[in-house]
């Protein structure tokens, strides 16, 4: 139904446009050459008839499509990020197009020999027939979330190409920053106005996600005293044996490594130390709220533990929450998720719902007042050279999306 050369151009169009953002920077969008595809976005949409086209100081892009019908439908909301991850470089993206793929070896370069091979990605052999767009190896790719932005892009002028289909009023919103968990924080909601939405971008086809981590972070301070080594004894108080303790009285097995699924863990994921002072940065996540105050909990305690095992308050645990599990936002509106749902099964999509084993700006954005559960951009191996799309997975999340819309509008009909 969408025209699959038109989605290769589109997001090709996009990804070759460097948006990478920087943890770093404090303004919003965190870097200025994210000002490009932005204001690039907001040129197409006006071009191609959408209506109330955005753009603010922040750089968040917003438009409408108004209502074919006449009955009252509630406002719904799509969005994706045009940002690329900071973990590696987005900077001259060539992107490579492997048609009909073979179910064989991808050579990326053959200069620097780097191979995307299904023996390591076995998930390239769901997509064998199928168009794969993929890097040179030099670069990620960007299909995150830039497969996402073509996907809304698309339905939106399917959807004004096609003024028959029925549907309410829609909203769509690019943001920056995603991939430095900030997209979320200058979103306009009450400007967006749309009762709910969805984020495009979710990876493999059929996925669709209202769960995720509840997530914390934690940075542990251990004190000591340092002291000539040659005159310490009884004196000296090397900090590094304390935070050796702090770490080996946590779980071993609730680690990243050992956990899947809906199992929660600490990842202590940086020490810095000497004698004098240790500093350990944890991270915390758990699916459970319960289970994440435990966890919490748990640090504390332990740190007081230490504490009086040594008779000095040698340790002590600074804890900032980063973000909650949106299940407890959209669980009252699990309508929301069934109609995704079903606009997958009507375009031939099976639906995979799966907790996230971490976050999306739906789930601040559903703290914000607007349920937003995340839906599949196609892509895989995000934030790396590996990065790749099939071109068959973009069309059917931009079917999804149409027909998301046209189920909307049905269901209120009477
Ligand atoms: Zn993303």
Redesign the pocket.
Known sequence: MTNKHHIIDRFISYVTIDTQSDPESNSTPSTEKQWELANKLVDELKEMGMQEVSIDENAYVMATLPATVAHKVPVIGFVS?FDTSPDFTGTNVKPQIVENYDGKDIVLNEEKNIILSPDYFEDLLLYKGKTLITTDGTTLLGA??KAGITEIMTAMQYLIDNPDIPHGKIRICFTPD??IGRGAHKFDVEKFGAEWAYTM?GSQIGELEYENFNAAQAVVTVKGKSVHPGYAKDKMVNSIYIAQDFINSLPRLETPEHTEGRQGFFHLNNIKGNVEETKLEYIIRDHDKEHFEARKEMMKNLTSDICEQYETDCISVEIKDQYFNMKEKIEPVMHIVDLAEEAMKEVDVKPIVRPIRGGTDGAQLSYMGLPCPNIFAGGHN?HGKYEYVPVENMQKATEVIVKIAELTAKKYES
């Open positions: 990020h995150d979330d995603e991939e971008d995000f």
